[in-house]
T-cell receptor
């Protein structure tokens, strides 16, 4: 079953603009992760934010987490054509030795040159 | 490290045939995952191994699917017999629990 749901499903912007993607989830989590998938490739980990963190930065990426609203956002600043990809949030509901990471269906980002 | 290695990258087979997908995880990782990706259902977790032991196989669709991890450096996902609805991209991923997942490039399966 899907835990995280990304919004919007698709986003098209011009190079240089900022892109914001949102993720909502339903149950308590240990952390939330964002991944990127280029067409025809495997997923690549971008950033992890723990449940006790509110904001995290990595280069042009900024992730926020609001556990009271069960939501997260991924902001990509100064977008480039190379940022064109699908972006997925994944929620970690692990307990004990049972690692449970559930992915949403993703946001397809298109950055036009 | 070469990353997670999956084979074959592409497989086209006929309904009823056996399909075996292979995965070599990153050395030192203690967790291995098999996911299936389709347009309709997105990315679904099929099975998860920790220290070569299957921990959660609740995502395996039915008895036609089986997965093994005989040692820390190799895993297989087998479908027998295959059906057209099994057509999807199958990903293997590994991690050092409870960290980020490293994905292979996937095996695209087409069942005619």
């Amino acid at each position: 079953s899907q835990q995280g749901e990304e919004d919007p499903q698709a986003l098209s912007i011009q190079e240089g603009e900022n892109a914001t993607m949102n993720c909502s989830y339903k149950t308590s989590i240990n952390n939330l992760q964002w991944y990127r998938q280029n067409s025809g490739r495997g997923l690549v980990h971008l950033i992890l934010i723990r449940s006790n963190e509110r904001e995290k930065h990595s280069g042009r990426l900024r992730v926020t987490l609001d556990t009271s609203k069960k939501s997260s956002s991924l902001l990509i600043t100064a977008s480039r054509a190379a940022d064109t990809a699908s972006y997925f949030c994944a929620t970690d509901e692990s307990g004990g030795s049972n690692y449970k990471l559930t992915f949403g269906k993703g946001t397809l980002l298109t950055v036009n040159p | 490290d070469a990353g997670v290695i999956q084979s074959p990258r592409h497989e086209v087979t006929e309904m009823g045939q056996e399909v075996t997908l292979r995965c070599k995880p990153i050395s030192g990782h203690n967790s291995l995952f098999w996911y299936r990706q389709t347009m309709m259902r997105g990315l679904e977790l099929l099975i998860y191994f920790n220290n070569n032991v299957p921990i959660d196989d609740s995502g395996m669709p039915e008895d036609r699917f089986s997965a093994k991890m005989p040692n820390a450096s190799f895993s297989t996902l087998k479908i027998q017999p295959s059906e057209p609805r099994d057509s999807a991209v199958y990903f293997c991923a590994s991690s050092f629990y409870p960290g980020e997942l490293f994905f292979g490039e996937g095996s695209r399966l087409t069942v005619l």
